[in-house]
């Protein structure tokens, strides 16, 4: 099994050094590394091409947003498995990428690993995701530690280019359980995640957040259930931003007007599952599985019938 890892990085050159540093250490290396500069104007551009030439570099001169970037490293990496990877993330065992074979052989229903993140005071985010924790089926997944095969994307719609940014996992994981496959919370390797705050904003971040779980719910929620699943993501986020203060609360219609610009869209690229799919997925949040027979009962049952495989669309520059 081969093993690609792929980065979207912007303005955090320390970070992507160190990451790189510290990827030049496993053993055995990844087969390739592709590292895409998205908008970069911090000299990121110069590092990779002077220190890390053997990485694959692609450069966007104008910002694209993390989501389209990835979803071209997926389509164009060359290894069996891809390793996603942040800027400021990167595996702890020198033995990393030895050991992560046999999981997806011990976990043949697996279609993507997540990992325990620990970050840089020494807690694991979140808490109920550590090295002590349970192995288990979980519902979405952190770009910054998981491993995906890369066959499987490519049956699947992918990431959507039109989020820019956040949540295009869970849409991702929908996916996939539609297709009878599955995410796995696995404790037994570790990502260090020193989640580095530049570029970071709450508010931006949870605005894209907001936006695109309704996108989500408008490409994969099956009728009759779309509008009431609508109104529960769209009140579970207003709650979101009144437990932040009346700063954020006052600005909710900014998300709420960009989500019905892109209404559209959505709909020609609607590839909606099976209800009884999409009600299990969303419960794993809240009741995650932990035995294959228990995830093959609820996901691969006549009872939740695969989705139809979605018509593929080719990667747009």
Known sequence: MQISVMITTRNRCANLRQTLCRLALMNPPALEILVTADGCTDGTVALVQEEFRHCRLTVNDACQGSIRSRDRMLREAIGDVVMCLDDDSYPLEDDFFAKLPALFLAHPEVSVL?????????????????????????????????AMRRSDYLKTTGYPASFFHAYEEPDYALQIYALGKAVWFDPSLVIRHHFSPT????LRTH?????????????????????????????????YACSNGGRWVIQEPRWWLSALKGWNECWKNRWPVPWKTYLAWMQLARWPLYQANDFKRIFVSGDTAQAAEPEKRPYCS
Not at 199 to 202: E, F, I, M, Q, V
Request: charge should be positive; glycine fraction near 4%; proline fraction near 11%.
């Open 207 to 239: 605005h894209f957040n907001a936006r695109n779980e309704l996108w989500s719910v408008w490409m994969r929620c099956p009728w009759p259930w779309l509008p009431f699943v609508s109104l529960f993501r769209i009140l579970r986020q207003f709650t």
């Open 199 to 202: 570029n970071r904003n709450n």
């Open 114 to 146: 997540t990992f325990p993140e620990l970050r840089d005071d020494g807690s694991f985010v979140p808490a109920s995701k550590s090295p002590s924790s349970p192995g288990h089926y979980v519902s979405a997944y952190p770009n910054g530690a998981a």
